[in-house]
């Protein structure tokens, strides 16, 4: 699936965007799905067979012809086997469709707010907008393929009904699609008010499902410092909020089902009142007056399933909208162009920049070419990384220019510029995958033989590093070692030899020696001084280690 797919859907009307949800769905699933309507409408003239089955059985009974009924109660058998069958096979292919659709429409919205531009993603919680995704994906996925074969599966039980139940009298059939307008009416008083109070409370649910995750991943501040009374208060408030926001959402549902099951037992007093009076004129039979009640309950079932319907579909377009709000965030802005072979020559002139246009940070005017080192020192919140995202083109320059082999970085395809930077960040990945993924995410496909053999001969730097950074002594069973085992130490000496073992011609490190021990500061030092003279190396410090290593420094 493209990863812009989201776009096609969501950059739409609610309406239309939920046409081409279902769109989607039947593209890819088709054959499957016609095959599922096929299969359910089977399961129902199994149930509706059995209902009719079994007052033909009370009928026997009730004028003595037991022999009469072993034929029929061996057919209920065979009826009902029919329909556990069937139901297993239904439910099992539409739990695989929704969890491939979910899937690929995660996969789809994720690669695409990975590209969004970068000052947009980082105002959003990282944890409040996975689960965000998560759950409107999850939502409308379920709603599509739950309800595919339902629609026509309720539309055939609720004609089948009618019909049977005129066929038993007209007064039940009047007296059914009487009750169908009142219905109606309850639909449209109640759905504006429970699709609004439906899409606050997926807001607050989400919310409050991100205070738990981010309370368990600062547990060790929260224990250090003895704050469980401050942070049980915090949690506290977003239960305050989520509890007012359910029970304001399921009044208004309690109200409408209320309504609903009035009429429901308005109808059902009618039938029993008037099937008593038709089985004395012998008008019905006793297995038929005992049928109505069952298909009465059936239609009117299909017909709360419609209405029920619209309330699921006034939720999913609320995730829709959610989704669509996601989706209009601006691509990141990007060239066309790529460079020509290795990179030559960085310039940076007059370069300005601001996160809210008051506080400008200036740059002096920089120029670095291929042996050059770059020194970044300053103190905190001063712009070091800054003027790293800008040269990356995570940030845009206000004023100013930074250019590549003198084509400014607009003009440039930013993903295809970042193929000839390497970038070693300050904090470690820390995914819950092996060390050999970890190298497999930089380098490609990567044996342990090939990776040690590499770096013994070519990176002995490195090889110390991933070497120390083991608490093994065969290093080889470190390789399969998970990232989340790890201390943080470790994960950054393994980080820094995946990334720079594929090392390009323009390498920056952001604060390379936090987290690391002086050995490996030393064994990183060594590296870079072998390699500086075939690449640009820019590095953010407070540390003076590096300086020898310089020929160019700035301080902010």
């Given amino acids: 699936m493209e990863r812009r797919i989201l776009v096609w859907i969501t950059d739409l009307n609610d309406e239309d965007a939920f046409v081409n949800y279902f769109k989607l769905l039947f593209k890819n699933h088709k054959y499957i799905l016609i095959l599922l309507i096929v299969i359910s409408a089977l399961c129902e003239v199994c149930v509706l067979a059995t209902k009719f089955i079994n007052a033909n059985i009370i009928d026997l009974l009730v004028t003595g012809r037991f022999n009469d009924t072993y034929f029929s109660v061996a057919l209920m058998v065979l009826i009902g086997a029919i329909n556990i069958v069937s139901v297993y096979f239904l439910n099992l292919k539409k739990t695989a469709i929704e969890t491939q659709m979910t899937f690929e429409l995660e996969n789809s919205v994720l690669q695409n707010s990975l590209r969004v531009d970068y000052l947009k993603l980082k105002s959003f919680n990282s944890i409040y907008l996975s ?44 007296t059914a699609a ?27 649910r989400v919310k409050y499902s991100t205070n738990i995750t ?36 399921f009044r208004n549902i309690f109200k409408f089902q209320s309504l609903d099951n009035i009429i429901t037992v308005i109808i059902q007093i009618l039938f029993l009142f008037f099937g008593v009076y038709l089985f004395s004129e012998n008008s019905i039979t006793i297995g038929q007056l005992t049928i109505t009640l069952s298909l009465y309950g059936m239609m009117i079932s299909s017909v709360r399933y419609y209405v029920n319907l619209s309330v ?49 940070i200036t740059y002096p005017d920089i120029t670095l ?64 995958i092996t060390v050999s993924e970890m190298f497999s995410l930089y380098n490609g496909d990567i044996t342990f033989e090939s990776m040690h053999d590499n770096l013994i001969v070519t990176e002995p730097e490195l090889h110390n590093i991933l070497e120390n950074a083991s608490s ?47 050995e490996c500061v030393r064994l990183l030092t060594d590296y870079l001084n072998r390699h500086k003279h075939g690449r640009i190396t820019v590095i953010i410090t407070h540390s003076d280690i590096f300086d020898a290593l310089s020929n160019i420094s700035l301080t902010i």
């Fill in 369 to 432: 070419r291929l042996g050059d080192v770059l020194i970044i020192k300053g103190s905190n919140g001063r712009g070091k990384t800054t003027i790293i995202n800008l040269i990356l083109g995570l940030y845009k320059c206000e004023k100013g220019r930074i250019t590549y082999d003198g084509v400014d970085i607009t003009d440039l395809d930013v993903e295809l510029l970042r193929n000839h930077i390497t970038y070693l960040a300050q904090e470690p990945l820390n995914w819950d």
């Fill in 472 to 518: 093994m002594k065969n290093i080889s069973l470190f390789w399969n070692t998970r990232l989340s085992e790890l201390s943080s130490g470790q994960r950054k000496k393994v980080n820094m030899a995946a990334v720079l073992m594929g090392c390009r011609e323009f390498v920056m490190l952001d604060e390379p020696e936090a987290y690391i021990d002086a």
């Fill in 131 to 174: 689960q965000r995704i998560h759950n409107d994906i999850s939502s409308i996925v379920k709603f599509l393929v739950a309800n595919f074969d339902y629609v026509f599966k309720n539309l055939l039980v609720a004609a089948v009904t009618l019909l049977a139940l005129f066929s038993i009298h007209p007064f039940f059939f009047a």
């Fill in 214 to 249: 981010e309370q368990v991943n600062n547990a060790y501040t929260i224990k250090c410092n003895n704050m469980y009374s401050k942070v049980e208060a915090i949690f506290e408030g977003f239960f305050s909020k989520l509890f007012n926001t359910v029970i304001s959402y």
């Fill in 178 to 204: 009487a009750s169908l307008p009142p219905y109606v009416l309850l639909l449209l008083r109640y759905m504006k008010k429970i699709y609004k109070s439906g899409t606050k409370l997926k807001e607050t």
């Fill in 312 to 360: 699921q579909y006034s939720e999913c377009k609320a995730s829709i909208a959610r989704m669509d709000e996601l989706n209009s965030i601006q691509s990141e802005k990007s060239g066309t162009m790529d460079i020509n072979g290795t990179i030559q020559k960085i310039t940076i002139k007059k370069l300005m920049f601001s996160f809210d246009g008051k506080n400008t």
